[in-house]
């Protein structure tokens, strides 16, 4: 059993440095786990200059250092959008990119073919609903089209 002025002691700060890392997690009851503890979390002066040496925790895993959990979550990250691609859940940006682009390529020609077909089905006698109701079923028809939703029966 350890008291944190014990603690400060063995670690050469002051008992106030003790008080802040206990609220953050620091074993106070065991000088071992306190030493384990404060040489995974706490970065000093002296351990930015040096190597860092596999320090292990109260539960007797090596303690991750913040390089090695970026490393870490990068490599799972890796891993989950490897998994994605396999199942079929993930779409690479450039298959995507193109076939939006071949879309809309796809509703502008049709869009800016209606005034020539409607041109021909009209004459210059056709009244105004005539021509109304001519362009609002081509815009439908085209609209389908590129859609995928005109019905085997439409045709």
């Not at 250092?65 to 970026?70: A, L, Q, V």
């Not at 979550?73 to 891993?79: D, G, H, M, P, S």
């Not at 439908?140 to 439409?154: F, H, I, K």
């Amino acid at each position: 059993m350890a008291t944190k002025s014990e603690i400060a002691r063995h670690l050469k700060v002051d008992p106030a440095s003790v008080n802040r890392w206990a609220k953050r997690g620091m074993p106070v009851h065991d000088l071992g786990l306190a030493v384990a503890w404060h040489g995974t979390y706490v970065r000093t002066r002296r351990k930015r200059n040096a190597a860092a040496a596999p320090v292990v925790d109260p539960a007797g895993d090596p303690a991750a250092r913040t390089w090695r959990e970026r490393l870490d979550k990068a490599a799972a990250q890796r891993a989950e959008l490897a998994l994605a691609r396999e199942r079929g859940e993930f779409f690479p940006k450039a298959d995507v990119l193109s076939t939006w682009q071949r879309r809309f390529s796809d509703v502008r020609a049709r869009l800016l073919a209606i005034p020539n077909k409607v041109g021909g089905r009209t004459s210059a006698k056709a009244l105004r609903d005539e021509v109304l109701l001519a362009v609002e079923e081509e815009i439908y028809e085209a609209l389908m089209d590129v859609s995928g939703t005109r019905g085997d029966g439409d045709e």
